[in-house]
T-cell receptor, first 112, second 112 residues
Framework: LAKTTQPISMDSYEGQEVNITCSHN???????ITWYQQFPSQGPRFIIQ?????VTNEVASLFIPADRKSSTLSLPRVSLSDTAVYYC?????????????WGLGTSLAVNP | GAGVSQSPSNKVTEKGKDVELRCDPI?????LYWYRQRLGQGLEFLIY????????KSGLPSDRFSAERTGESVSTLTIQRTQQEDSAVYLC??????????FGSGTQLSVL
């Protein structure tokens, strides 16, 4: 399974765009990239998933370069409520979620 | 229900006692997962149920841990003879067997 590397923490201010980059050099052909968000005292919440190029939903965008060895989660115009831990995971979208490796994630602090 | 429900939300117990944690998955979700999350850490896979298949127990840390699931409904995670190192948040997630995981809010277990 592809191991991921992401910054331990990031700081931002309200209204700014935040980009969190995740490295996954050993990503396999069948692997998708998935991001989860976790608030204190809650379970993680699915944000976005992609395979290549760009994916956008109402919450975030996910940019994946052609070599797929990294990905960037982009949060537009963050607010205080976006303060959370963000996890980058790599694995087959069709199953084997139990084999996903959850690292420490990136702790994002949004300041007023 | 609308989401994954876990109970109790908090459990304080004495070392050596048994505890039982409950998870109600989203209706129709065939897959159910239990994870453990220690303070400031990522998620640690414990056990996985998929339909009527034999559960994947490969993540259970010791034989003091066990889990059951009746059909595609409620699951219980039992920890016998609790130890202080069992203190953590126990998270349950369900899915359709592929794609995104939907998590409950977890049970905070404190072993004194």
């Amino acid at each position: 399974l592809a191991k991921t590397t992401q910054p331990i923490s990031m700081d931002s201010y309200e209204g700014q765009e935040v980009n969190i980059t995740c490295s996954h050099n050993n990503i396999a052909t069948n692997d998708y990239i998935t991001w989860y968000q976790q608030f204190p005292s809650q379970g993680p919440r699915f944000i976005i998933q992609g395979y290549k190029t760009k994916v956008t939903n109402e919450v975030a965008s996910l940019f994946i370069p052609a070599d797929r060895k990294s990905s960037t989660l982009s949060l537009p115009r963050v607010s205080l409520s976006d303060t959370a831990v963000y996890y980058c995971l790599v694995g087959e979208a069709a199953g084997n979620n139990r084999k996903l490796i959850w690292g420490l994630g990136t702790s994002l602090a949004v300041n007023p | 229900g609308a989401g994954v429900s876990q109970s109790p939300s908090n459990k304080v117990t004495e070392k050596g006692k048994d505890v039982e944690l409950r998870c109600d998955p989203i209706s129709g979700h065939t897959a159910l997962y239990w994870y453990r999350q220690r303070l400031g850490q990522g998620l640690e896979f414990l056990i996985y149920f998929q339909g009527n298949s034999a559960p994947d127990k490969s993540g259970l840390p010791s034989d003091r841990f066990s889990a059951e699931r009746t059909g595609e409904s409620v699951s219980t995670l039992t920890i016998q003879r609790t130890q202080q190192e069992d203190s953590a948040v126990y998270l349950c997630a369900s899915s359709l067997g592929f794609g995104a995981l939907f998590f409950g809010s977890g049970t905070q277990l404190s072993v004194l």
